[in-house]
């Protein structure tokens, strides 16, 4: 089995809204607790259970001698939607590639419409024109600087020099939310 913070959970982590209870007296309650925070840091990165079990007991030794196993505060976690299970990860990557690709599904979306589906088969929508052209664009062709270029022939003349600053922020998003694929 392989384990993701799901996609709600690493929102609510952006926008401050996670993790708020700082005092848990169950140990179970604190290893799932860390568990979480770690999975969002790797976000969008699907990570091995057995990778997992092995991080809690580096980083939380007490914690998780004490916690019930970590199978089983992942798979309550799933059934509370803040982890995603997988039997086979994703073809996802979590960081940005000199010529990024992103999915198949989602590049043939981009091209016709904001509503999307990642590579988590989760659907999303993007309502930025200049994010879904690139999106559409990104089939492995094309270096980050291509992209660049391509995004400031779209931009008005005085925004064309943030192209290459808003091309890393939307390619960035992209990643995090598993639009790239490896």
């Given at each position: 089995?392989?384990?993701?913070?799901?996609?709600?959970?690493?929102?609510?982590?952006?926008?401050?809204?996670?993790?708020?209870?700082?005092?848990?007296?169950?140990?179970?309650?604190?290893?799932?607790?860390?568990?979480?925070?770690?999975?969002?840091?790797?976000?969008?990165?699907?990570?091995?259970?057995?990778?997992?079990?092995?991080?809690?007991?580096?980083?939380?030794?007490?914690?998780?001698?004490?916690?019930?196993?970590?199978?089983?505060?992942?798979?309550?976690?799933s059934y509370a939607g803040t982890v995603d299970l997988?039997?086979?990860?994703?073809?996802?990557?979590?960081?940005?590639?000199?010529?990024?690709?992103?999915?198949?599904?989602?590049?043939?979306?981009?091209?016709?419409?904001?509503?999307?589906?990642?590579?988590?088969?989760?659907?999303?929508?993007?309502?930025?024109?200049?994010?879904?052209?690139?999106?559409?664009?990104?089939?492995?062709?094309?270096?980050?600087?291509?992209l660049a270029e391509s995004l400031a022939a779209r931009?008005?003349?005085?925004?064309?020099?943030?192209?290459?600053?808003?091309?890393?922020?939307?390619?960035?998003?992209?990643?995090?939310?598993?639009?790239?694929?490896?």
């Amino acid at each position: 089995m392989h384990a993701a913070a799901s996609t709600s959970l690493v929102r609510a982590a952006v926008e401050g809204k996670a993790f708020a209870d700082t005092t848990l007296p169950d140990p179970s309650a604190r290893a799932t607790r860390r568990l979480l925070q770690w999975l969002v840091e790797e976000a969008p990165r699907v990570i091995p259970v057995q990778e997992a079990a092995q991080w809690l007991a580096q980083s939380a030794r007490e914690d998780a001698a004490a916690a019930r196993p970590v199978a089983a505060l992942l798979a309550e976690a799933s059934y509370a939607g803040t982890v995603d299970l997988y039997t086979e990860p994703p073809p996802l990557v979590a960081a940005v590639s000199e010529r990024p690709v992103a999915g198949r599904v989602a590049r043939w979306q981009a091209a016709r419409q904001p509503n999307l589906t990642n590579l988590r088969h989760e659907p999303m929508r993007i309502d930025d024109p200049h994010a879904l052209a690139l999106l559409a664009s990104m089939d492995g062709t094309r270096t980050r600087d291509d992209l660049a270029e391509s995004l400031a022939a779209r931009l008005p003349d005085a925004d064309k020099s943030q192209a290459p600053e808003r091309t890393s922020t939307y390619l960035s998003q992209f990643a995090l939310h598993g639009l790239l694929a490896g």
